[in-house]
């Protein structure tokens, strides 16, 4: 029996890496018919730095985030997938892709985009679609390539 995703989970951060996970996801939800669900992770250890933070941040963050993910909304509705819709999350980006979203969507298969960070920066910082990858309670496929599977140019 041929494997067919019902649900899609794609995170999206508004890096390249993502960009091209997404627009790879709109292309597997189409052929599996599936539902595509977008998720932005507000990471709010970014602001606990910030000694001036009075909830303006978070607000803009927020904002442009609604923004991005309505226009990948439109992207995939004009790409044909019939279900789409996105959900704007605050927290630990690893936990909420690799576990929580997935679990209570009853996804089926999560795409991220390849990291971004050098070896030394995994070390360190430790790479989410290193963590989705182990942690996931389903398929992960990372993204490394385009449309036409073709690694971009930078």
């Known amino acids: 029996m041929l494997q067919q995703y019902k649900r899609i989970l794609v995170a999206v951060d508004g890096s390249e890496e993502a960009e091209l996970a997404f627009k790879k996801a709109v292309h597997v939800a189409n052929r599996n018919e599936s539902a595509l669900l977008l998720l932005h992770v507000i990471d709010t250890r970014a602001f606990q730095s910030v000694s001036s933070f009075d909830g303006a ?8 985030a609604k923004n991005t993910m309505e ?13 789409v819709s ?13 576990k929580q979203i997935p679990e209570e969507k009853k996804v089926d298969l999560i795409m991220v985009g390849a990291t971004g960070l050098n070896a030394v920066e995994r070390i360190f910082i430790g790479s989410v679609s290193e963590y989705v990858i182990r942690q996931a309670p389903c398929d992960v496929l990372v993204v490394r390539t385009d449309l036409e599977n073709k690694i971009p140019q930078k």
């Open 86 to 98: 996105y959900t704007i999350e605050y927290g630990s980006p690893k936990a909420l892709i690799a």
């Open 71 to 83: 226009e990948y909304v439109k992207y995939a509705k004009k790409h044909d997938v019939q279900d």
């Open 57 to 64: 941040m978070a607000e803009q963050a927020t904002e442009q």
